[in-house]
């Protein structure tokens, strides 16, 4: 298996742009959670899907903040329009079973 | 709401020492999990140990143990014989047993030295 897999890795955009950063899980995992890292804030909880259905968008920072689940291997976070404090390292990670939690590598963000 | 603390942002050991690295978590339900989590700095998150609360033994996997303390809600992460590939930020993170996220810390950096 190829673990979770993330896009890209690195994303540098403009002030205003739209951004997708897009997720595969790993195949069979009924759980998908989107997180962002900051030096400020550490890790968060953005929004998590079960079975492809939004469980929980408490995290979202603010409508700006979309996130999709269309089927059971892929998910996209969308940012319209990014701002310059979005920027931070975005992460996706998977979930089978009680505890088997499996991260993708990451997505460094850098809004200018 | 469910906290985890870890309250020692720097460490720095030397190769083949032992160090130990602190956490401490805030709970009312009684069934959960809790994990430790490396993060180098490649930044992916590597899961490095877990424990299931209703276990009486200690998590042990390979150079890495906790010391799990259910009344005082304490969950330390020991790691044995560091290595240089040992450097990295180490999160703590906390589950209950009904909810599906996980809840981290803010970390420590933790540097191995020669």
């Known amino acids: 298996d190829a673990g979770v897999i993330q896009s890209p890795r690195h994303e540098v955009t403009e002030m205003g742009q739209e951004v997708t950063l897009r997720c595969k899980p790993i195949s069979g995992h009924d759980y998908l959670f989107w997180y962002r890292q900051t030096m400020m804030r550490g890790l968060e909880l953005l929004i998590y899907f079960n079975n492809n259905v939004p469980i929980d968008d408490s995290g979202m920072p603010e409508d700006r903040f979309s996130a999709k689940m269309p089927n059971a291997s892929f998910s996209t976070l969308k940012i319209q329009p990014s701002e310059p404090r979005d920027s931070a390292v975005y992460f996706c990670?998977?979930?089978?079973?009680?505890?088997?939690?499996?991260f993708g590598s990451g997505t460094r963000l850098t809004v200018v | 709401a469910q906290t985890v603390t870890q309250s020692q942002p720097e460490m720095s050991v030397q190769e083949a020492e032992t160090v130990t690295l602190s956490c401490t978590y805030d709970t009312s339900e009684n069934n959960y999990y809790l994990f430790w989590y490396k993060q180098p700095p490649s930044r992916q998150m590597i899961l490095v140990i877990r424990q299931e609360a209703y276990k009486q033994q200690n998590a042990t996997e390979n150079r890495f143990s906790v010391n799990f303390q259910k009344a005082a809600k304490s969950f330390s992460l020991k790691i044995s014989d560091s290595q240089l590939g040992d450097t990295a930020m180490y999160f703590c993170?906390?589950?209950?047993?009904?909810?599906?996220?996980?809840?981290f810390g803010t970390g420590t950096r933790l540097q191995v030295t020669l």
């Open positions: 990670a998977s979930r089978g079973g009680n505890y088997g939690y499996t």
């Open positions: 993170a906390f589950k209950t047993g009904t909810a599906s996220k996980l809840t």
